[in-house]
């Protein structure tokens, strides 16, 4: 493996952008919080932030981008819409709201956040995505917590890739059967809850390998991640914790190290800390 940097951009199948590799979650981020945590991560280095409408927190993510001082380009920002609010004018309509609350132009990726809306919702969603990259709102659409089935039924009314799936992943969650199918199709994969929500920091296994490297086991997390080639989202409204999960690119896990994570896989369904949603309808 080539050696990795916090500046590394991986390419988007079919766009001409690029993708951070690391980013910046925002979910329970709440108001001034979210925009002072955005405005941390910035100043830091991080140069992609991952919010939602659900999150209620686009516009604060916005703000602390454009008080950043960065040039709008520079910083690559994805948003996501859960369900239909209607016909695919009516939710068009809410996903413009969305780009006009961030109040950066546009965004860079607009995202399904979820396949629970089902088939007819799935496509309702889509559609208006494809208008609102149209019209140039935002320059790439993708998808998350979808399954390979997801996947493939988008391919019967639509011929745009999504750019990304955004899913949860960490060594308990792994998701084989989808992140094997996106690696062979260009979907670039993103690893929500990359550090299982601080619940596994007093695993043995995570806690060996980050004592033999001086690191802290998020520290580690992040890094398996990134190895994989995934996309990990890190959340902290912390100031320390922003920086040092971040703060990955001194070390290096071997293969006998991703291999033991590897080890840890369990059952999607059963390592998920978040609702499993691949299988749903
Ligand atoms: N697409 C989806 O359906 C979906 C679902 C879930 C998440 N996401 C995205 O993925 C991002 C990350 O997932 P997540 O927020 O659920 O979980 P996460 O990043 O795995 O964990 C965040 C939690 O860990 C704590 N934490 C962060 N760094 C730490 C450290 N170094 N040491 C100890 N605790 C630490 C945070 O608390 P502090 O803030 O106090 O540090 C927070 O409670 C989200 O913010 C969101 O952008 C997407």
């Known amino acids: 493996m080539g ?5 590394d951009v991986l390419p988007l199948t079919g766009s001409s952008q690029t993708i951070p590799h690391i980013g910046f979650g925002v979910f329970r981020s709440d ?61 068009l309509q809410s996903l413009r709201e969305s780009v006009g609350r961030i109040g950066l132009g546009y965004v860079d990726l607009f995202l399904i956040h979820s396949p629970s809306s089902g088939k007819e919702g799935r496509k309702g969603l889509w559609t208006a995505l494809e208008e609102l990259k149209k019209e140039g709102g935002t320059k790439d659409i993708g ?23 955004q899913i949860e992943l960490h060594p308990w969650c792994q998701q084989r059967e989808v992140v094997d ?13 990359p550090l299982v929500r601080a619940q596994k920091n ?39 914790r922003i920086k040092s999960n971040a703060d990955v690119y001194g070390f290096e896990l071997t293969d006998e190290e991703m291999k033991k994570l590897n080890d840890k896989a369990l059952p999607d369904e059963e390592g998920a800390i978040c609702p499993y949603l691949a299988n749903c309808p």
């Open 3 to 7: 050696k990795l940097s916090f500046k």
């Open 31 to 91: 108001g001034s919080t979210c925009k002072a945590s955005c405005l941390t991560a910035l100043k830091l280095g991080y140069r992609h932030i991952d919010t939602a409408q659900y999150y209620e927190n686009e516009a604060q993510v916005g703000e602390a981008v454009r008080e950043s001082g960065l040039p709008r380009e520079s910083v690559y920002v994805t948003t996501k819409v859960i369900q239909p609010v209607g016909n695919v004018e009516e939710t």
């Open 143 to 165: 998808v998350s917590n979808f399954g390979v089935k997801h996947l493939e039924q988008l391919k019967e009314f639509s011929s745009t890739t999504p750019v990304v799936n």
């Open 181 to 193: 199918y996106c690696k062979k199709n260009g979907i670039v994969v993103q690893a929500y809850a």
């Open 202 to 240: 007093n695993d043995p296994t995570l806690q060996s390998i980050a004592e033999a490297h001086g690191v802290s086991v998020p520290q580690v997390l992040v890094r398996w991640s990134l190895q994989n080639g995934f996309v990990p989202l890190p959340k902290s409204d912390n100031p320390g």
